[in-house]
């Protein structure tokens, strides 16, 4: 079992940067992949980037793709998420999850925080 809570979320302008993070607790958090994901109103949540259990491999939405990075850090039980030049379409609740495999779909993950709001004024 994994718990997983995130933060860092706020509002920021348009070019401006955050740092998300996602504090997992329990002692396995170094056996999962981790994923960030965000959701806007009205649609669907999307895959935004995830990263293998040890770091060793990152993969990225294609819209994010240069502006924003994955990294974690297994002895504090954290995964980061840096967004950088950021853009109003990036507005969304900003989730974080645990799975077995590094995927990019939503129904490969077992365990996701509560989620944290994102705001990118213009």
């Not at 994994?2 to 504090?23: H, T, Y």
């Not at 959701?39 to 994010?64: C, H, L, M, N």
């Not at 495999?101 to 996701?112: G, I, Q, V």
């Amino acid at each position: 079992q994994v718990q997983l809570v995130e933060s860092g979320g706020g509002l920021v302008q348009a070019g401006g940067s955050l740092r998300l993070s996602c504090a997992a607790s329990g002692r396995t958090f170094s056996s999962y992949c981790m994923g960030w994901f965000r959701q806007a109103p009205g649609k669907e949540r999307e895959f935004v980037a995830g990263i293998s259990w040890k770091g060793g491999s990152t993969v990225y939405a294609d819209s994010v793709k240069g502006r924003f990075t994955i990294s974690r850090d297994n002895a504090k039980n954290t995964v980061y998420l840096q967004m950088n030049t950021l853009k109003p379409e990036d507005t969304a609740v900003y989730y974080c999850a645990a799975g077995v495999l590094l995927r990019t779909t939503k129904e490969r993950y077992d365990y996701w925080g509560q989620g944290t709001q994102v705001t990118v004024s213009s």
